[in-house]
C-alpha cells in the first residue's frame, strides 16, 4: 500500500542551528511533492514544491531536496529561530497515467519542530 | 488577495441538526478542496471540485453533502453527524487541479458533535 512517513514525530533545535526533517514515501510515483508549514488551530501554509526531475530547490533560509532513487525528500531550516516552531508537512501529488498529476495531495503525519532560544 | 475564507469558526451542533460550513475565494482559482483534520493527525481530503464540478469524493459519508454554487464558493451541508465527526474543517484552493500548483488553506472551521 502506498505510505508516506515523517520519520520524526517531533524534533527539537537550538536557534541558529539547521533543522533537517524527512520525508520518506513507498509504493509511490510522484511528479511533484510539497512542502506545508501549519501553526495550532491553523490551516497549512504552502512552503515548496519540488518536481521529480528537480534535485533541490530553496526559498530563503528553506532548502527542500527530492531523491526519487531513494524515495525521499529532505526539508532544511537554516539559521532556525523560534519563530520558525510550527508543525512541518510534507505532501505528494501523484502522476497519472499519461504524464499528468491532479491535486490530490496526501500528506504524510507532520513532523512538529520546536526551536529553543 | 490570496485568501480563503471560512465561516463559521466555531460550530456546535446536535447529531439531528443541519447545518452548512462556507468557503470563499477571489483569487480566480478553479479547484476548491474539503479537508477533515483530527488532532494531530494530517488533513484528510474529502471532496475536489474543479470548475464548479465534483471531480473526487474520497468515499465520504452521505451525511456530508458538498456544493460549489459558483467558482468562488464551496458549501459542506452537514446533516445527521455522529461524534466521531468532531474535527477541524479546512478549505483549500488552487489554481487548477493539478500537482503544480499549491494548495491555499483557509483558517478552518472547528466543529464539535453533541
Known amino acids: 500500500s502506498q505510505k508516506i512517513e515523517q520519520n520524526s514525530e517531533a524534533l527539537n533545535i537550538q536557534e541558529g542551528k539547521t533543522a533537517t526533517l524527512t520525508c520518506n514515501y513507498t509504493n509511490y510515483s510522484p511528479a511533484y511533492l510539497q512542502w506545508y508549514r501549519q501553526d495550532p488551530g491553523r490551516g497549512p501554509v504552502f512552503l515548496l514544491l519540488i518536481r521529480e526531475n528537480e534535485k533541490e530547490k530553496r526559498k530563503e533560509r528553506l532548502k527542500v531536496t527530492f531523491d526519487t532513487t531513494l524515495k525521499q525528500s529532505l526539508f532544511h531550516i537554516t539559521a532556525s529561530q523560534p519563530a520558525d516552531s510550527a508543525t512541518y508537512l510534507c505532501?505528494?501529488?501523484?502522476?497519472?497515467?499519461?504524464?499528468?498529476?491532479?491535486?490530490?495531495?496526501?500528506f504524510g503525519q507532520g513532523t512538529i519542530l520546536t526551536v529553543h532560544p | 488577495d490570496t485568501e480563503v475564507t471560512q465561516t463559521p469558526k466555531h460550530l456546535v451542533m446536535g447529531m439531528t441538526n443541519k447545518k452548512s460550513l462556507k468557503c470563499e475565494q477571489h483569487m480566480g482559482h478553479r479547484a476548491m478542496y474539503w479537508y477533515k483534520q483530527k488532532a494531530k493527525k494530517p488533513p484528510e481530503l474529502m471532496f475536489v471540485?474543479?470548475?464548479?464540478?465534483?471531480?473526487i469524493n474520497e468515499s465520504v459519508p452521505s451525511r456530508f453533502s458538498p456544493e460549489c454554487p459558483n467558482s468562488s464558493l464551496l458549501n459542506l451541508h452537514l446533516h445527521a453527524l455522529q461524534p466521531e465527526d468532531s474535527a477541524l474543517y479546512l478549505c483549500a484552493s488552487s489554481r487548477t487541479q493539478t500537482g503544480t500548483n499549491e494548495q491555499y488553506f483557509g483558517p478552518g472551521t472547528r466543529l464539535t458533535v453533541t
Open positions: 471540485y474543479s470548475y464548479e464540478k465534483l471531480s
Open positions: 505532501a505528494l501529488a501523484s502522476a497519472l497515467a499519461g504524464g499528468t498529476s491532479y491535486g490530490k495531495l496526501t
